[in-house]
């Protein structure tokens, strides 16, 4: 399809998913509300042909932050029953920082607000009045990376712990399996919605809810208190993927408060932060045997030797050296870059747990492949983002603007389907910003 048709498909796609209240669900029925870092890569889609949507996507969002600066996974603008677990089961209002006027999750997703502001300025023709919006916002993003050191970094290491699977965002990876095992959730009763939009076999299963469940249970125990969550949660993970975004994130507001002048102080917070997390994602979360960055679980004191998409991620904060980098592109290259499979699976194709249609354990994310695409081309690996980024538009444009995809091409081809929700939006919104020139 010609680029240009591909872009006004997916331009449909993004108003069609717009709100009157002015945020962006992720796709129908499926996700119904606003959630946090699809709202991020949302406002990237929007920024190339209505900036005004992408500020509204930006402010929507920080309008649910918390007193402390914690920033929820979902904010519940509005009602809608067909999705679980939503506002009542989440029960945000247990913490009195949490906003009075509106209902949010206790949980979070990767802070990808900094990187996304700074997009938003690149983009933008008016830079004028984009800072004006960014000189606006940039102090919610700021505080929000101040909740992450001062309440998730329990070590002083500069790496910051998640507490629930979906606080990672690949909510059902096969990292997390042995984490599983330390728990015995009873059997909850709840009615899920997700299996009765899409296939179950692309969803995880019951008992995998049960777990996801029980965190959540624990940490409403807690009123979301994050002192008592980190001495009790059975998860507690440093990810290499939440944290190479932080990282970006931090890269990218010290360069916009630059441009905005005066702010010495927040820069050198950011500063002195970010070089104690450089330097320990690269001591703590590499393994050069395995040319790759894993997870550590931080609740039962050991690095989990799986390999995954956010193996990959730290390329996109420029924390590898060159030769690691180098090792990464040949780890990326030789597991997950076989002629018959498109880049890049979410889990290690040569795994046992690899799956290849179920929802985190082995099919293709245009966002994950979006933050390798820009990873490659930070340490100038042009050949492999290219193809990266060639994987991902022909997915999109054989099969359309899917949740995620087969990465076998056969089986791909064969089905001529992708998988999750249909119209699903930062697949829309980073195609438009793959084709675009900015
Ligand atoms: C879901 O419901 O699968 C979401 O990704 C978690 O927020």
Known sequence: MPEKSLIEKAKRVLIGNFQKKGFTIPSKNLYPFQWKWDSGFIAIGFAHFDIEKAKKEIYSLLDAQWENGFIPHIVFHTKNDSYFPGAEFHKSSLNSKSPKHIDTSGITQPPVLGFVLEKLYDIADNKKEILKFIKSQINKVYKNHQYFYSKRDINNEGLVYIYHNWESGTDNSPVWDNIWKTMNPPRYKFERKDTTHVDSSQRPTNREYDHYIDIIELAKKFNYDDNKIAKHSPFLVQDPLFNSILIRSNECLIRLYKILGGNEEKIKYLKSKNEKSLININKKLYNSSMGAYLHFDLRNGKKIPLICSSSFSPLFCGAPDLEMAQKLKSTLMEKFGKHDYYLCSSFDPEG?????????????????????????????????????????????????????????????????????GENFSWTAALTIDFLSRK
């Open 352 to 420: 046992k747990q690899h799956d290849q249609k179920k929802y985190w354990r082995g099919p293709v994310w245009i966002n994950l492949n979006w933050i390798l695409y820009h990873g490659l081309r930070r340490y100038q690996f042009e050949e492999t983002a290219k193809r990266v980024k060639n994987d991902s538009l022909e997915l999109v444009d054989t099969l359309g603007f899917y949740e995620y995809f087969n990465p076998s091409k056969k089986t791909s081809k064969e089905s001529n389907k992708g998988y999750g």
